[in-house]
């Protein structure tokens, strides 16, 4: 401030000071717009390039990755464009540069402005030359000759008025709301707030997406070094929905930990998120397909898998129906595909209570075979019966050894491929269906076959015991902590708040000079039209007042 202070001689910058050019370039409009123009480019172009997701920022092999993704899309250009930082636009020093320049010219723009309008508000010009009132549009002249009757007429529609005398002529000054000038402040104010909002969240946000099944164990929130770690498990995810699917309400209830202690605790929804520690938990998702699987090994007793499986696909697999000559439902399931007959998919099913076992796949119909070459087929093989081999078509049944099986049709399910399955191959492939006795479980190969699992039922190979522990439902929670949201709400008050004030309490002044009964009136505030009206409003209610009855 010592420096501002000493720089200026009479009223003028020091030619000499160094401060004088950066003064006047940040109160510049142009380089104000120059800025702008910048940003907003610079805004553009982070739309239409892609941006390195929030998630994989912390995570080199993950950036690695995605810059490798890039440089399939960009070519030879990617590596350029990735030290200019153009696929982090947004985090980039550039863009953070300019737009804090932006704000430190909105700062000196506005500290620039403050101190005439402060004068013009505290001491405005109560007095104008004569001539004033014959200049450019012509005056309101009105008949008036109560200067006092006037006076507190305008002070009755809230203006603050100055009455001075010279002589047989009289000079009036009213002033409302002259603080509404301070409006333009308040959005200035604002602007910078939105400003400095933006780069506070662009250098201190942090952000997570978790997807966390109900009853698994916790899900880890930054990495354990971070002094911000914390362990989410959610107790019940729930999902509401109407006839159609429309969801009508996701919630979770929450549970979260830090130290190995439990911290906070509560419900979190899309729109109410829990908080803890300058965090908010929202629910971001709700996921209803997913089925816990647990491995134990019968040599140790020990569990050696235990995970909660996100069936995210759809396969299409066909439903069978197997019945009993009673007619009773022995099997009703999707068939889970783990091996190829020519161009059949398919694999051995066990039908319980009947210890009878059967080849089954599907394959599409062949030209001619059904009628439709849109449709499918069943092929099913009767291993104890010497492989022989039936073909059903969609709705067929066939009897086989005293059992019926009927091909229900096509249907999708909700499937997952299950990696490093104990007893299993590389790769296993679970499906969740509806069975005869509630929900099904199917993962296979498992030994060459495909293991049906109902809630709770542990079915035995060789040495590992596999449990189906029921359906389970995920959370997708959103973990941000952004303190720049504070001053993007407190900005988008200020700004609601200039706007009223600009719209609804306009500065309003009038200049008036009475003499001879007659009383000439100009102002600034406002169109001409409005000004006039009031004016003659004014002195027709003076008059009336100062009339022989004294109303």
């Given at each position: 401030?010592?420096?501002?202070?000493?720089?200026?001689?009479?009223?003028?910058?020091?030619?000499?000071?160094?401060?004088?050019?950066?003064?006047?370039?940040?109160?510049?409009?142009?380089?104000?717009?120059?800025?702008?123009?910048?940003?907003?480019?610079?805004?553009?172009?982070g739309?239409?390039?892609?941006q390195?997701?929030?998630?994989?920022?912390?995570?080199?092999?993950?950036?690695?990755?995605w810059?490798?993704?890039?440089?399939?899309?960009?070519?030879v250009?990617?590596?350029?464009?990735?030290?200019?930082?153009?696929?982090?636009?947004?985090?980039?020093?550039?863009?953070?540069?300019?737009?804090?320049?932006?704000?430190?010219?909105?700062?000196?723009?506005?500290?620039?402005?403050?101190?005439?309008?402060?004068?013009?508000?505290?001491?405005?010009?109560?007095?104008?030359?004569?001539?004033?009132?014959?200049?450019?549009?012509?005056?309101?002249?009105?008949?008036?000759?109560?200067?006092?009757?006037?006076?507190?007429?305008?002070?009755?529609?809230?203006?603050?008025?100055?009455?001075?005398?010279?002589?047989?002529?009289?000079?009036?000054?009213a002033?409302?709301?002259p603080?509404?000038?301070?409006?333009?402040?308040?959005?200035?104010?604002?602007?910078?707030?939105?400003?400095?909002?933006?780069?506070?969240t662009?250098?201190?946000?942090?952000?997570?997406?978790?997807?966390?099944?109900?009853?698994?164990?916790?899900?880890?929130?930054?990495?354990?070094?971070?002094?911000?770690?914390?362990?989410?498990?959610?107790?019940?995810?729930?999902?509401?929905?109407?006839?159609?699917?429309?969801?009508?309400?996701?919630?979770?209830?929450?549970?979260?930990?830090?130290?190995?202690?439990?911290?906070?605790?509560?419900?979190?929804?899309?729109?109410?998120?829990?908080?803890?520690?300058?965090?908010?938990?929202?629910?971001?998702?709700?996921?209803?397909?997913?089925?816990?699987?647990?491995?134990?090994?019968?040599?140790?007793?020990?569990?050696?898998?235990?995970?909660?499986?996100?069936?995210?696909?759809?396969?299409?697999?066909?439903?069978?129906?197997?019945?009993?000559?009673?007619?009773?439902?022995?099997?009703?399931?999707?068939?889970?595909?783990?091996?190829?007959?020519?161009?059949?998919?398919?694999?051995?099913?066990?039908?319980?209570?009947?210890?009878?076992?059967?080849?089954?796949?599907?394959?599409?119909?062949?030209?001619?075979?059904?009628?439709?070459?849109?449709?499918?087929?069943l092929?099913?093989?009767?291993?104890?019966?010497?492989?022989?081999?039936?073909?059903?078509?969609?709705?067929?049944?066939?009897?086989?050894?005293?059992?019926?099986?009927?091909?229900?049709?096509?249907?999708g399910?909700?499937?997952?491929?299950?990696?490093?399955?104990?007893?299993?191959?590389?790769?296993?492939?679970?499906?969740?269906?509806?069975?005869?006795?509630?929900?099904?479980?199917?993962?296979?190969?498992?030994?060459?076959?495909?293991?049906?699992?109902?809630?709770?039922?542990?079915?035995?190979?060789?040495?590992?015991?596999?449990?189906?522990?029921?359906?389970?439902?995920?959370?997708?929670?959103?973990?941000?902590?952004?303190?720049?949201?504070?001053?993007?709400?407190?900005?988008?008050?200020?700004?609601?708040?200039?706007?009223?004030?600009?719209?609804?309490?306009?500065?309003?002044?009038?200049?008036?000079?009475?003499?001879?009964?007659?009383?000439?009136?100009?102002?600034?505030?406002?169109?001409?039209?409005a000004?006039?009206?009031?004016?003659?409003?004014?002195?027709?209610r003076?008059?009336?007042?100062?009339?022989?009855?004294?109303?």
């Amino acid at each position: 401030m010592a420096n501002l202070e000493t720089a200026r001689i009479g009223g003028r910058w020091s030619e000499n000071d160094p401060l004088r050019w950066l003064w006047r370039g940040l109160t510049s409009v142009r380089f104000a717009l120059g800025l702008i123009g910048f940003l907003a480019l610079a805004s553009l172009v982070g739309v239409l390039i892609p941006q390195l997701p929030i998630e994989m920022r912390n995570n080199p092999a993950a950036v690695s990755a995605w810059l490798a993704l890039q440089e399939e899309r960009f070519g030879v250009l990617a590596g350029p464009m990735d030290r200019l930082s153009l696929f982090e636009v947004f985090r980039s020093i550039w863009f953070i540069s300019g737009l804090a320049l932006l704000v430190a010219s909105v700062c000196v723009c506005t500290a620039n402005r403050l101190p005439p309008i402060l004068r013009n508000v505290r001491h405005p010009q109560t007095r104008v030359p004569d001539d004033y009132f014959d200049r450019g549009q012509p005056a309101v002249s009105v008949a008036a000759a109560d200067v006092d009757g006037l006076a507190a007429e305008l002070r009755r529609r809230r203006y603050r008025v100055v009455t001075a005398k010279e002589g047989e002529t009289a000079y009036v000054f009213a002033d409302r709301f002259p603080w509404s000038q301070f409006a333009t402040f308040v959005s200035h104010l604002a602007l910078i707030l939105f400003l400095a909002g933006g780069l506070v969240t662009v250098t201190t946000a942090r952000e997570q997406q978790i997807l966390l099944a109900e009853g698994e164990a916790g899900a880890a929130v930054f990495a354990p070094s971070d002094p911000d770690h914390m362990q989410l498990y959610i107790e019940d995810a729930i999902g509401r929905f109407d006839e159609t699917g429309f969801p009508l309400d996701f919630r979770s209830y929450l549970v979260v930990y830090q130290g190995g202690q439990e911290v906070a605790r509560g419900v979190t929804t899309v729109n109410d998120p829990l908080s803890y520690g300058g965090y908010r938990f929202h629910q971001s998702a709700y996921f209803p397909d997913g089925a816990a699987l647990r491995v134990r090994d019968l040599a140790t007793g020990n569990v050696v898998y235990d995970e909660v499986l996100a069936l995210i696909s759809s396969a299409t697999t066909p439903r069978i129906v197997v019945r009993d000559a009673t007619g009773a439902v022995l099997l009703d399931d999707v068939i889970v595909p783990t091996d190829f007959i020519e161009d059949v998919a398919g694999t051995r099913v066990l039908v319980p209570g009947a210890e009878r076992e059967f080849w089954i796949g599907a394959r599409p119909s062949r030209p001619g075979a059904t009628g439709s070459p849109d449709g499918w087929q069943l092929v099913v093989f009767d291993t104890a019966a010497g492989g022989a081999g039936s073909v059903l078509s969609e709705g067929e049944r066939r009897e086989a050894g005293g059992l019926s099986i009927t091909f229900v049709g096509m249907t999708g399910v909700p499937s997952t491929v299950v990696r490093n399955l104990p007893g299993g191959n590389a790769e296993a492939v679970a499906e969740l269906s509806d069975g005869p006795r509630g929900e099904l479980l199917t993962v296979g190969p498992v030994q060459g076959r495909a293991l049906a699992l109902s809630p709770d039922e542990a079915v035995q190979v060789d040495q590992y015991e596999y449990t189906f522990a029921g359906r389970r439902e995920f959370a997708g929670i959103t973990v941000r902590r952004d303190p720049g949201s504070m001053f993007i709400w407190l900005a988008t008050g200020l700004f609601l708040l200039g706007l009223g004030l600009t719209f609804y309490t306009p500065r309003r002044r009038l200049w008036g000079k009475i003499s001879a009964g007659q009383a000439a009136f100009r102002g600034l505030g406002g169109r001409a039209l409005a000004i006039e009206r009031e004016v003659r409003e004014v002195a027709a209610r003076t008059a009336r007042r100062s009339g022989p009855s004294g109303e």
